[in-house]
Structure formats: C-alpha cells, structure tokens
C-alpha cells in the first residue's frame, strides 16, 4: 500500500528532481501546501502573501523507502537550518516542512529530528505540520528538470544537489 508525504525545501524543481531518482518513490508532482487562498498561481504563491509553501506530493512504498531514508534524502537536498530560505529563494513560500499525511508518519518524522538535531551546527527550523490541501502547480513546473536539463537555473542549482545525493545515496539511486 503507497503513502503519501509532502515536503517543503526550497524551490519544487529541485526537491522534485531528487525524488523522481529514488527508489520506492512511485510519484512525485509539484504544489502548494499550507495556504489560505483555494487554488493558487504561482505568481500568487512566489508573492509570498498567500502562506503557501512550494512543496512537492511524494508517493511512495513503505515496504521500500521507510520514512528515516525520505528524511535523510530531505535533509541532505537543502539546508534544514536555514528559515525561509534556501540558496537565492527567499520567503515563507521556500520554507522547509514536511506535511504528513497520518499520525504515525508524523510521529517517525518527529522521531526522525529528535535523533538528528545534533548532527546540525544550527538548530533545525524545518516545521512538521498535518497535511492540508494540495494544489498541483502549474503543467509547465511538472517535471521541470528532467525536461529543461540545459536550462541554467538547473545546471547550477539542481545538478549539485543531484550529484550530492547521489553520492550519498547511490544504493538507492534509480537508474
């Protein structure tokens, strides 16, 4: 049976492009969580004013992927001590949170920052909350790495934080 989590990293792109790549991940769309408008833009959301965080829908197989492996994924593709900001993207929109979907996923995640806070210099910000409303971004956010590979915004920004993952995580790599 799949699971669905939602994560908040930064830019969608990029936490996107990560979890397409790994294994027991079935599906993974980008959107917007958290806010207080139904059925926001983009342009809406990277305003700031809507309290919507980009996020990305992970859909995946707990008999494959356990919820300590999605964290750790998560925690090495962007800087869970950094608030409201990630590389360039600033705002609350880029704010790091995970959103669960049932109790016991959220208490694993909980877990799962209680017995890695001191692996961090800073105190972790990343904000765990339930899941709400999941609105899709627009088609053309859909798959943006893996269509746009040449595009600038992903040979600095999305390549390296591939090439970290991977090399961290290369027994989990789909190929």
Same mark, same amino acid.
């Given at each position: 049976?799949?699971?669905?989590?939602?994560?908040?990293?930064?830019?969608?792109?990029?936490?996107?492009?990560?979890?397409?790549?790994?294994?027991?991940?079935?599906?993974?769309? &980008?959107?917007?969580?958290?806010?207080?408008? @139904?059925?926001?833009?983009?342009?809406?959301?990277?305003?700031?004013?809507?309290?919507?965080?980009?996020?990305?829908?992970?859909?995946?197989?707990?008999?494959?992927?356990?919820?300590?492996?999605?964290?750790?994924?998560?925690?090495?593709?962007?800087?869970?001590?950094?608030?409201?900001?990630?590389?360039?993207?600033?705002?609350?929109?880029? @704010? &790091?949170?995970?959103?669960?979907?049932?109790?016991?996923? @959220?208490?694993?995640?909980?877990?799962?920052?209680?017995?890695?806070?001191?692996?961090?210099?800073?105190?972790?910000?990343?904000?765990?909350?339930?899941?709400?409303?999941?609105?899709?971004?627009?088609?053309?956010?859909?798959?943006?790495?893996?269509?746009?590979?040449?595009? &600038?915004?992903?040979?600095?920004?999305?390549?390296? @934080?591939?090439?970290?993952?991977?090399?961290?995580?290369?027994?989990?790599?789909?190929?």
């Amino acid at each position: 049976m799949e699971e669905v989590i939602y994560l908040g990293g930064g830019c969608f792109w990029c936490m996107e492009a990560v979890f397409q790549r790994i294994e027991g991940v079935t599906e993974v769309s &980008s959107g917007y969580m958290g806010g207080r408008i @139904k059925n926001p833009t983009y342009r809406e959301v990277c305003s700031g004013l809507t309290g919507h965080v980009e996020v990305i829908k992970v859909v995946y197989e707990p008999d494959v992927l356990s919820i300590d492996t999605i964290m750790s994924v998560f925690f090495t593709s962007h800087d869970p001590t950094s608030l409201n900001k990630q590389g360039a993207d600033v705002g609350t929109q880029y @704010k &790091s949170v995970v959103f669960c979907t049932t109790d016991a996923q @959220k208490v694993d995640v909980e877990k799962y920052f209680r017995d890695h806070a001191s692996d961090f210099e800073s105190p972790i910000v990343t904000e765990i909350e339930d899941a709400s409303e999941f609105y899709e971004a627009e088609d053309f956010h859909q798959n943006y790495y893996n269509i746009n590979p040449l595009q &600038s915004y992903c040979s600095i920004v999305i390549q390296p @934080k591939l090439t970290k993952v991977r090399s961290k995580f290369s027994n989990i790599m789909k190929t």
